[in-house]
């Protein structure tokens, strides 16, 4: 079964509007980290921002906040003021200890474009 | 410095050929990470070293052999390849690889094509 699921394999907004990336998750762990990383065409995976599962405020920095909501174990990355810039593949990532180990497991992802 | 380095940043070899891939990280992270990429897909984990030992194969074939000399520095040594191993060769580092909140830094990775 699949830990992440990203349902949209292609977004388009226009720049300077926000946009919602889904992402939904898997697993029977208490503690889990959620990440989500921004792929442009050049092929080095970037960092945006994290959530753990036990916090309790939503994750933000800055044009990039992510959408926690753990009854429904989904975290959605909202990219608020989309620039041409952000157009790249968006990956969402959970850190959990299955099978003892933390190894990281990425959804399908997400491809933006956004159009001026 | 938050950066990871990969070189080379390209690489063309036949399936005889013998080369290695390196990365390196300066961030104090005792967790580096080999990952494979194929076009539109997500990383495929293949290798984790935690505290300069090998952690995890991920059933990696024997023609990748990783090699971790220091924790700063990462390798991947590559023998007779098949053309199916063209990908997108991404290293990763993190602080540790034991906790479910440690965030990966990613090289910008190596284009590797199989002839």
């Known amino acids: 079964a699949q830990k992440i699921t990203q349902t949209q394999p292609g977004m388009f907004v226009q720049e300077k509007e926000a946009v919602t990336l889904d992402c939904t998750y898997d697993t029977s762990d208490q503690s889990y980290g959620l990440f989500w990383y921004k792929q442009p065409s050049s092929g080095e995976m970037i960092f945006l921002i994290y959530?753990?599962?036990?916090?309790?405020q939503n994750a933000t920095e800055g044009r990039y906040s992510l959408n926690f909501q753990k009854a429904r174990k989904s975290a959605n990355l909202v990219i608020s003021a989309s620039q041409l810039g952000d157009s790249a593949m968006y990956f969402c990532?959970?850190?959990?200890?299955?099978?003892?180990?933390?190894?990281?497991?990425f959804g399908r992802g997400t491809s933006l474009i956004v159009h001026p | 410095d938050t950066e990871v380095t990969q070189t080379p940043k390209h690489l063309v070899m036949g399936m005889t050929n013998k080369k290695s891939l390196k990365c390196e990280q300066h961030?104090?992270?005792?967790?580096m990470y080999w990952y494979k990429q194929k076009a539109k897909k997500p990383p495929e984990l293949m290798f984790v070293?935690?505290?300069?030992?090998?952690?995890i194969n991920e059933s990696v074939p024997s023609r990748f052999s990783p090699e971790c000399p220091n924790s700063s520095l990462l390798n991947l040594h590559l023998h007779a390849l098949q053309p199916e191993d063209s990908a997108l060769y991404l290293c990763?580092?993190?602080?540790?690889?034991?906790?479910?909140?440690?965030?990966?830094?990613f090289g910008p990775g190596t284009r590797l094509t199989v002839l």
């Open positions: 070293y935690s505290y300069e030992k090998l952690s």
């Open positions: 990763a580092s993190s602080r540790g690889s034991s906790s479910s909140y440690n965030e990966q830094f």
């Open positions: 961030m104090g992270h005792r967790a």
């Open positions: 990532a959970m850190r959990d200890a299955a099978g003892g180990s933390y190894i990281p497991t």
């Open positions: 959530q753990g599962s036990y916090d309790e």
